[in-house]
């Protein structure tokens, strides 16, 4: 049963720090990672798809690694605004997702 | 483009009422997903549908059952609700399991 864990659970930085979210997962047989954003009462938000045989995947100001053998993957968020505040998800994808708890992020204007 | 659609988004029921959430997705995904998502815990996946006429359990199946009625349509049936299965369900949708997927804006089921 692959297990997910995200480091750390909550994150209250001032607007413009870059922020570092980690994951790490016990199973390295999957096909990719999938990070999503979640809103308060909101659904997820994928953010990024990293292959199993990329090593990383940029949008705009995110950027997230993968290093599969070792089972991390790690989020860095540029230059954060408040409009970043939210909990993060990270999903190693082994045919199905399996989450972990989620890094909730505040960015304090 | 809607994606994934579930309905209701909000149910309140009595213990040992019955009911269906609807989910529907218009991507031509072949593989469905249902999850739970309780406080302070990650998604768990309640069943899943690798592609039409297939359905198989995951993580925490039991008190559930699923029909995947058509390529577009997975439904997820509580026969006896109890107040354990409070919680803020999802349904995804991917291409296949290999892909991305893409998630609904949950339904909040409350059992009292």
């Known amino acids: 049963k692959q297990e997910v864990t995200q480091i750390p659970a909550a994150l209250s930085v001032p607007e413009g720090e870059n922020l570092v979210l980690n994951c790490s997962f016990t199973d390295s047989a999957i096909y990719n990672l999938q990070w999503f954003r979640q809103d308060p009462g909101k659904g997820l938000t994928s953010l990024l798809l990293i292959q199993s045989s990329q090593r990383e995947q940029t949008s705009g100001r995110l950027n997230a690694s993968l290093d599969k053998s070792s089972g991390r993957s790690t989020l860095y968020i540029a230059a954060s605004q408040p409009g970043d505040s939210a909990t993060y998800l990270c999903?190693?994808?082994?045919?199905?997702?399996?989450f972990g708890a989620g890094t909730t992020v505040t960015v304090r204007a | 483009n809607a994606g994934v659609t579930q309905t209701p988004k909000f149910q309140v029921l009595k213990t040992g009422q019955s009911m269906t959430l609807q989910c529907a997705q218009d991507m031509n995904h072949n593989s469905m997903y249902w999850y739970r998502q309780d406080p302070g815990m990650g998604l768990r996946l309640i069943y899943y549908s690798a592609s039409e006429g297939t359905t198989d359990k995951g993580e925490v199946p039991n008190g559930y059952n699923v029909s995947r009625l058509n390529k577009r349509e997975f439904s997820l049936r509580l026969e006896s609700a109890a107040p354990s299965q409070t919680s803020v369900y999802f349904c995804?949708?991917?291409?296949?399991?290999?892909?991305?997927?893409?998630f609904g804006q949950g339904t909040r089921l409350t059992v009292v």
């Open positions: 995804a949708s991917s291409e296949k399991g290999s892909t991305e997927a893409f």
């Open positions: 999903a190693p994808n082994d045919y199905k997702l399996s």
